[in-house]
């Protein structure tokens, strides 16, 4: 097996990514944009995407990183906006998407028309993720986008199941897809809830971070795995216990979670660099099928299912923000007012990405009679097209659109003086609590080690109120600037020490790995009460 073409992927993708942090230009775009680069130089092998890869083994993970960081309080508190994107919304763009083409491409019957509406339906959680963190939008409105981003894979992948059910001929029926998504949606969640109190009690007894961390890589692929294996939706089981265990993550040992927050970075930084990677490799690929369609036919075809879903979002999105306000007194006394930017930012927000790929290349070739399946090819090359229409023109244009929308800022005093009060209420409890334990002479200590468990005490909570404190006059550092770079100068005076004494055979390697992690700790430790 020659894994030379994957490590070449990993590590373009890799360094695309890192260099896109120095532009303006989101990473997504860039990577997308050097693999349309890179599949037409001369040598460069073919990456096909296989269904069996992705959708098992990329999809998990992609999903466990977005939900794991998602808040499942706010989730629930917009659980009916995200519902009705993640469900109302990919049923809706389905079948609209489904019946332009239908209309649009002679001779494709309605049901395999239907298939590429299933297939272009859902956003893409990588993408909406990566587009968020970036343009930095208000909290409601990324908890919606990243709510129907980890549900609505879920909807579009039944939807796909049962439009290529009667596609190929295996006679689907509405009841049966109406049957067959309950299933899977009940039978997702319930995998999950029944997967997640196992796995939160592993997580919390095991004793060593390193069998931790080893079960959270594989936690994702349990539960898609076990909840495919009984038709279920992997989807709706990997979300249901990735945001169960993000919100019980603080039960975890803290060495655990430092080490796994490092070890899910690394993992979802490559493998959301390789899939907006693959999405631009895919170009070849695509073309080389597209069959007896000429160029400007092909065009015709592509701009317009592309408008047609730009269209269907505006045309689903506006009504579902709204409406429900006008019809429901519930609704108006429990969910804050919606504005028209938000609407037009969600509307505007419906980039597409790999998920949708993947799908497409799963489209058998032939239907159960033995005869090709109509027009593949040509669903292959729209998918494509429809993908890289809304990375490229969405992903551009929205960064640009939120400023012109000009959303009201967040209010960093605010959140400060609210972070220092919280902060204050925990350090007066964490002093109590360390007096009641050094009143008691099983715990007694030398003074100085008691007033520097004081001290610490004292300075986490002052630390905060600092942060409302002016800028050096001097440097023009904040606080916490200053704060960090005394503490990385001290600590490295001290690393510089150590590595010259191990130099001098005074202590060994082995000693030298304790202090230097001793002090790398200290200097984490540090950073963070100065974030």
Do not use: C
Not at 155 to 181: D, H, K, M, N
Not at 476 to 485: C, K, L
């Amino acid at each position: 097996m020659d894994v030379t073409p994957l490590l070449f992927l990993v590590a373009g993708s890799a360094a695309v990514a890192g260099a896109a942090r120095r532009t303006p230009v989101p990473a997504p775009l860039l990577l997308v944009a050097a693999g349309l680069a890179v599949s037409y130089i001369p040598g460069v092998p073919a990456y096909t995407l296989d269904p069996g890869v992705v959708l098992p083994l990329l999809l998990p993970p992609l999903l466990h990183t977005s939900a794991i960081e998602s808040s499942y309080l706010d989730l629930r508190a917009q659980l009916r906006p995200v519902a009705l994107l993640s469900v109302g919304y990919v049923l809706f763009a389905t079948f609209v998407v489904g019946w332009a083409v239908y209309l649009l491409v002679p001779g494709l019957p309605l049901t395999a028309a239907l298939v590429l509406g299933a297939v272009v339906a859902p956003p893409d959680a990588v993408a909406a993720t990566a587009v968020a963190r970036r343009v930095g939008l208000p909290s409601r409105i990324t908890t919606i986008l990243q709510g129907e981003s980890l549900l609505n894979d879920a909807t579009a992948i039944t939807a796909y199941r049962v439009a290529l059910a009667a596609a190929v001929g295996a006679g689907a029926t509405w009841a049966g897809g109406v049957l067959e998504f309950l299933v899977a949606a009940i039978g997702g969640v319930g995998i999950g809830l029944v997967l997640m109190l196992p796995l939160h009690w592993l997580r919390t007894h095991l004793k060593e971070a390193l069998p931790q961390n080893t079960l959270s890589l594989l936690i994702p692929f349990v539960a898609y795995g076990v909840a495919e294996q009984v038709h279920a939706s992997g989807v709706l089981a990997v979300v249901t216990v990735a945001l169960y265990l993000g919100h019980r993550a603080w039960e975890v040992d803290f060495a655990t979670r430092l080490q796994e927050e490092a070890v899910w970075r690394m993992v979802a930084f490559v493998l959301e660099s390789s899939v907006f990677a693959l999405i631009g490799l895919q170009l070849p690929v695509v073309l080389r099928g597209l069959g007896a369609y000429s160029g400007a036919e092909a065009a015709w075809y592509a701009v317009a299912v592309f408008l047609v879903v730009v269209a269907a979002r505006f045309v689903w999105v506006y009504p579902a923000t709204f409406l429900p306000r006008l019809l429901s007194r519930r609704v108006r006394e429990r969910e804050e007012n919606p504005t028209w930017r938000g609407a037009m930012v969600t509307a505007w927000a419906g980039m597409r990405g790999v998920v949708s790929l993947a799908i497409a290349f799963s489209i058998p070739v032939t239907l159960h009679d033995g005869t090709p399946f109509p027009k593949r090819n040509l669903l292959l090359f729209l998918t494509f097209t429809t993908v890289i229409g809304t990375l490229v023109v969405q992903g551009l244009t929205l960064p640009p659109l939120i400023r012109v929308l000009r959303f009201p800022s967040r209010d960093a005093q605010a959140e400060t003086l609210a972070e220092a009060n919280a902060q204050a209420q925990a350090s007066l409890a964490a002093e109590r609590r360390l007096e009641e334990l050094l009143a008691d002479e099983r715990n007694a200590l030398p003074p100085p080690l008691a007033d520097r468990l004081r001290t610490v005490l004292e300075r986490r909570r002052n630390s905060v109120w600092e942060r409302l404190g002016q800028a050096n006059p001097v440097t023009g550092e904040s606080v916490d600037d200053t704060y960090r770079r005394l503490a990385r100068d001290v600590i490295g005076a001290e690393r510089e020490v150590f590595v010259r004494l191990r130099d001098g055979r005074y202590i060994d390697d082995e000693m030298l790995r304790t202090l230097l992690r001793r002090l790398d700790l200290e200097e984490a430790a540090a950073y963070r009460e100065a974030a």
